[in-house]
């Protein structure tokens, strides 16, 4: 694939300074320089100035990013007309599959996506969207592969607020995949049929909102679809941002809880959206709530490998490190519960802690006042 | 043979942290010198190679390093320790090849310990995240260079570090209460408890500084300090930098004890400082930093003041002090740091108080009349009762196609610069190290006295394993 102007300007300005690698969380898994964002920057570099072929350890290296943008926080060298390392690196993907050289465990992947719209590989028999009756509403509420099939639990809490506020809603029946774990692996082409497909989907509903759980799902809806011509053109909502609304529209009200409750920011919802604020206030709307914040938050929040996907539950071992860094981080702020954004985070966090972690869906329902 | 050495490497660290891929070998030829990243750079127009290690080697402790050196001895091959690769004289380049030993496996606090205020480490933790850690229980090293985001501790160790804070809080030397060392035969030492002692000379200060030709230091306790209740800055002009070496030498000299006193030439002001902070004075742009108790910084920076106004400096306020401070690591990120394709170097150098005007001029002099093509600017960050630091640089906007050409320039104009500098009462370095850059020209700044390093290498390195062509030991 011939290189574009853009992810050019990210190979050229990576100026060898190595002031991001404390940022990455490859590296704070494999320790090797190849996965660090200027490591990666200095491989492309050679392929696309100096002419080399992707060989299988640089491939390996573009394969270990976590696309989670920790780098482009924390450089200060953005002047120079945009230090995109996760942009290149998905640029990178594309041209590895282009070029039929994508690793095996990466195909296993993508193969598992296509078979069973999701990367475990999980018949969809299983999944909580399975048994679902699914209907024409103005409100659809897409889970995202992480609740679908790991964390059910969220869903249920999240319809359950769905139907205290009296939400004419629907699930997609057997929901499929937005695409997004696709276009991150490179499989761009694959991605927009997936788009397309759970567009048509999205449309036979008749909604006008959808509201997200998984904020890969999100991502795609707001940023990728639009480009790829799949755009919905309705509102899309993420849960944080839904229970706001609801919260401040008084079709929810809130009982006391005195706890300190601490916030563990979304990679994709914060980095690539900006939804920092939402879930807070969510948070702060709990009457008694305490919100203290970890040491790294925001732009600088720690990664929970939303979309290191390359990294299964197994060589994740060292990824409970990456999930025990944000829950030493709640202990330090003397938070009693961690909540979190995606099942990606609750899966690799609370095994590392006894505090309590919890989707904001969850968080919010366990504190909802019923009618009874 | 290969493959029976890293079928033995493997077997001390495990298969996963034993690395002869070809991603791992090309990222660590390039540290933060000039040269590699030059040829880096350059590979889409010339063919000029980098060495390369032949083996990648990520040990959790000293017990596995002991056994790597010992391999490394009974079959002659080179080792070279890579902490957070980003120093920027070459001194983690595996010139002839070898095991890399990548230390920062070994990144644990192992003790904070409050009452005598020091920290236990493993030297291959990032300096960000153990600060970091500390400033959550209200404790600092007080270390804090512009590579903190990416160096090591043990890093600072190999090329007597610095950092923002030094003229108060000292450098990584004075930091240092004890070390874990791995010898380069493998056997494992501990220097002594508490370094202030009468017990013969310091063994700390032996390895402090040799850049990891006598053996790696492993292990580190360091001194730390609550974090002040006030760190307060102010920013003058002078009208040169004659005028504000003097007044740097007395804020130093009347022991008023700042924490920071970062002094620019007349050149580096209209520069640097202009395009940084957007400050733009002609004359010579200080910052003076105090930090501690309300009270104490109070009474500080006004006889600091005082000195100030007294030498005639414009008073460009704290605000413009504290920019400066919360600016401090913008300067090392591009755009604002010198990149290539650029030909830049740091010529820094250190002298009394006596010489250092003579030091800086005699660097410029050289540097400009010499290479017409090339500017010089400089500025002092780092003060002592007896002298100063001068942060040289010459950059050359375009310099030549030719790598080896552009090589040569390099070179010449290190050996220039550096030359007039110890003419004139300096000495090869300050805090960045030897390392590859200046390995050369060691043996001229030592003189007789060098021997007693070379003699100090060859007993602790019989086979001459560590670190070659570094610090002038050769191979």
């Given amino acids: ?372 | 043979m290969f493959d029976m050495i890293l079928f033995e490497l493997r077997d001390i660290v495990g298969k996963e942290y034993v690395s002869i891929r070809e991603a791992d070998r090309e990222v660590y030829s390039v540290d933060y010198f000039w040269l590699p990243e030059m040829c880096h750079d350059r590979q889409d127009r010339s063919n000029i190679t980098r060495p390369m290690a032949d083996f990648i080697v990520h040990p959790a402790d000293a017990e596995e390093v002991s056994k790597i050196l010992r391999i490394a001895n009974n079959y002659k091959i080179h080792v070279t320790a890579w902490g957070g690769g980003s120093g920027s004289q070459g001194g983690a380049l595996p010139v002839f090849g070898g095991i890399i030993v990548d230390t920062k496996r070994m990144d644990k606090i192992y003790n904070i310990d409050e009452k005598s205020m020091t920290v236990e480490v493993g030297t291959g933790i990032i300096h960000d995240i153990l600060e970091s850690e500390l400033k959550q229980r209200g404790f600092s090293t007080m270390h804090d260079p512009g590579s903190a985001r990416c160096a090591t501790v043990g890093g600072f160790i190999a090329h007597r570090g610095t950092g923002v804070l030094s003229t108060k809080y000292g450098k990584i030397e004075d930091m240092i209460v004890n070390m874990e060392v791995v010898l380069p035969t493998g056997d494992i030492i501990r220097t002594l408890t508490v370094p202030k002692t009468a017990c013969g000379p310091d063994l700390n200060q032996i390895f402090v500084g040799a850049e990891g030709t006598l053996g790696i230091v492993t292990k580190v306790t360091l001194t730390i300090h609550r974090l002040p209740e006030k760190r307060a800055f102010r920013a003058f002009v002078f009208k040169d930098l004659e005028t504000g070496l003097r007044v740097g030498r007395r804020l130093v000299a009347e022991n008023l004890q700042p924490s920071v006193i970062r002094l620019y030439s007349e050149d580096e002001t209209k520069e640097v400082i202009k395009k940084v902070l957007g400050i733009e004075k002609n004359g010579a742009y200080m910052v003076y930093g105090f930090d501690g108790n309300n009270e104490m910084v109070d009474l500080q920076l006004k006889y600091a003041y005082a000195i100030a106004m007294e030498e005639g400096g414009e008073d460009l306020g704290p605000d413009l002090g504290a920019q400066w401070y919360e600016n401090r690591y913008k300067f090392f990120f591009p755009p604002y740091m010198y990149r290539l394709p650029q030909l830049f170097g740091t010529l820094d150098t250190v002298a009394s108080y006596s010489d250092i005007q003579n030091v800086y001029n005699a660097m410029k002099d050289v540097v400009e009349k010499k290479y017409p093509m090339a500017r010089f600017i400089g500025h002092f960050s780092h003060w002592f009762p007896w002298g100063a630091m001068l942060y040289g640089r010459f950059i050359i906007d375009t310099p030549p196609d030719d790598p080896h050409e552009a090589i040569h320039l390099h070179n010449s104009i290190w050996n220039d610069g550096l030359r007039a500098a110890m003419a004139a009462g300096g000495v090869l370095n300050e805090h960045h190290g030897i390392g590859l850059k200046l390995s050369r020209l060691t043996p001229e700044l030592y003189g007789n006295a060098f021997q007693v390093l070379r003699n100090i290498k060859t007993t602790l390195d019989p086979n001459s394993i560590m670190n070659p062509g570094k610090l002038g030991f050769g191979l």
């Fill in chain 1, 1 to 372: 694939m011939k290189i574009t102007e853009k992810e050019l300007n990210t190979i050229h300005a990576c100026r060898y300074c190595p002031m991001c690698r404390h940022s990455c969380p490859s590296e704070f898994i494999n320790y090797r320089e190849s996965d660090t964002p200027r490591g990666r920057a200095m491989l492309l570099y050679s392929v696309y100035k100096g002419g080399k072929p992707f060989e299988a350890s640089t491939i390996d290296a573009i394969y270990n990013c976590f696309l989670c943008g920790a780098c482009k926080s924390w450089c200060e060298g953005q002047e120079l007309g945009g230090y995109d390392i996760p942009e290149l690196i998905k640029f990178a993907r594309r041209d590895i599959v282009a070029q039929g050289l994508a690793p095996q465990s990466v195909i296993a992947i993508r193969n598992a996506v296509l078979q069973h719209d999701n990367t475990f590989g999980i018949d969809k028999s299983l999944s909580y969207t399975a048994t679902v009756q699914e209907k024409p509403a103005p409100v659809l509420y897409l889970l995202g592969e992480g609740v679908n099939f790991r964390y059910p639990e969220i869903a249920q809490a999240f319809t359950q607020i769905l139907d205290h506020c009296g939400e004419n809603y629907t699930l997609l029946k057997d929901e499929p995949t937005s695409g997004k774990e696709l276009d991150l692996l490179g499989y761009r082409q694959e991605a927009q049929e997936k788009a397309m497909a759970l567009l048509k989907r999205i449309q036979l509903t008749g909604c006008t909102t959808i509201v997200v759980s998984d904020p890969l799902t999100y991502d795609a809806l707001k940023n990728d679809y639009p480009v790829w011509g799949t755009a919905f053109e309705g509102e899309v909502l993420h849960v944080s941002e839904y229970l706001l609304r609801v919260i401040q529209s008084g079709a929810v009200r809130l009982s006391p809880y005195r706890g300190k409750v601490t916030l563990a920011d979304s990679e994709f919802l914060g980095r690539f959206n900006k939804v920092y604020d939402a879930p807070r206030e969510v948070i702060a709307a709990v009457p008694g709530v305490e919100v203290v914040e970890m040491q790294w938050n925001r732009e600088y929040m720690q990664s929970a490998g939303e979309a290191a996907l390359t990294f299964d539950d197994r060589a994740f071992d060292r990824g409970k490190d990456l999930g025990e860094k944000i829950s030493t981080k709640a202990v330090e702020a003397h938070a009693d519960t961690i909540v979190v954004l995606s099942a990606t985070a609750k899966q690799h966090i609370a095994m590392t802690t006894d505090l309590s972690v919890v989707d904001i869906a969850e968080f919010v329902n366990a504190h909802i006042v019923t009618n009874n």
